[in-house]
């Protein structure tokens, strides 16, 4: 039997099929988009409290690990090309010892010129001393001639004035003299601060500067600074803990510290300070459960020798006793 087009119903015929097709479609659709409810391990091991403070009244913070001399950033006096880059991160360096240079050509060049002008002015007093010796000879000669007759008055007068000529000339080379020899220790100071060293000793942790490159004193607040080092034997970690649990913390006792994600490698933290200053909360943990309106508390505590197992920068779990009721 054939299909007689001209006799279908939009509205009896084709509506309901097309109606028909589109609820399939939402059905697959829906039957598709399902999230998948099955359960799964957590990617990440949370944090546990250690078994001694498990039954006790504790404080629970999170923290990073830190230099004990905390983050050194080191910069530049002046700007220019970098010439030399002595060290890489992870070097360890003493006190003093150069970590790079800026080009100081043209510093050198102005104590090249001041070191000229010392020698020019050296060579005019001994120029002017020599004539003023004998312009002083000259006048005491004039002046010890007893006879008035045999030397005139205006012989004297003109020895006289080239005494003081002289005296007059030694005075000018000598603040010549001055003047090079300060424009050179000018110069020596600007090639000791081209050339830049590690302030104590420790551990270069990161260099974000390259040989060839310019750097500037004019960076902005946002940019990295060139080198960044600290002391990192020992380690400390700094220790976020809200202001409204802050009281209850006690002072002194030491903190169970876990790397974020391993709270099965546990260690035992010495106190070594609080910081005076309550300051804005850092966000640490990216949990949406997070409070960071609050204000926090910052206890610094010593890490001991782990072998590699703390870095600076990584975040911690942190437990600390917190006081009984009596105190």
């Known amino acids: 039997m054939a299909l007689n087009w001209k006799n279908l119903s939009f509205s009896r015929q084709i509506l309901p099929v097309i109606a ?7 059905v697959l659709f829906i039957f598709v988009g399902l999230p998948d409810r099955e359960l799964s391990e957590p990617g990440r ?20 690990v830190e230099p004990s001399s905390e983050t050194i950033q080191i910069g530049s006096a002046l700007s220019g090309l970098i010439t030399g880059l002595s060290v890489q991160p992870g070097d360890r360096v003493s006190e003093g010892q ?13 104590l090249r010129e001041a070191n000229a002008a010392i020698a020019e002015a050296r060579a005019a007093i001994a120029e002017a001393r020599t ?40 005075r000018l080379a000598q603040a010549r003299l001055q003047a090079a020899q300060a ?19 420790g551990e270069i942790l990161a260099v974000n500067i390259r040989k060839g490159e310019y750097v500037s004193t004019m960076g902005g607040g946002g940019s990295q600074p060139f080198i960044e080092m600290g002391q990192t034997q020992p380690l400390h970690v700094r220790i976020d803990i809200d202001e409204e649990q802050a009281p209850r913390v ?17 260690v035992k933290a010495r ?10 909360k850092r966000s ?11 204000r926090v508390l910052q206890l610094i505590y010593e890490l001991p020798e782990t072998n590699g197992l703390f870095r600076v920068g990584q975040q911690v779990d942190a437990y600390i006793a917190a006081k009984g009721d009596g105190e």
């Open 271 to 280: 106190f070594v300070r609080a910081e005076p200053l309550v300051v804005p």
């Open 131 to 170: 004539a003023r010796a004998t312009a002083e000879q000259q006048l005491a000669l004039y002046r010890n001639v007893d006879d008035p007759a045999a030397v005139s008055r205006a012989e004297v007068i003109r020895a006289e004035g080239d005494a003081s000529t002289a005296r007059e000339r030694q």
């Open 250 to 266: 006690a002072l002194g006792a030491p903190a169970t510290v876990s790397p974020r994600g391993a709270s099965d490698r546990r």
């Open 45 to 64: 091991e949370p944090p546990r409290a250690p078994a001694e403070l498990a039954a006790q009244a504790r404080v629970a913070g999170a923290g990073v």
């Open 98 to 110: 150069v970590l790079f240079t800026v080009d100081d050509r043209a510093v050198r060049a102005q």
């Open 183 to 201: 424009r050179a220790g000018s110069a020596q100071t600007e090639i000791g601060r081209l050339t830049v060293r590690a302030p104590i000793a």
């Open 20 to 26: 028909l097709l589109g609820l399939l479609a939402a």
């Open 284 to 294: 640490l943990t990216n949990s949406a459960a997070e409070r960071v309106d609050v």
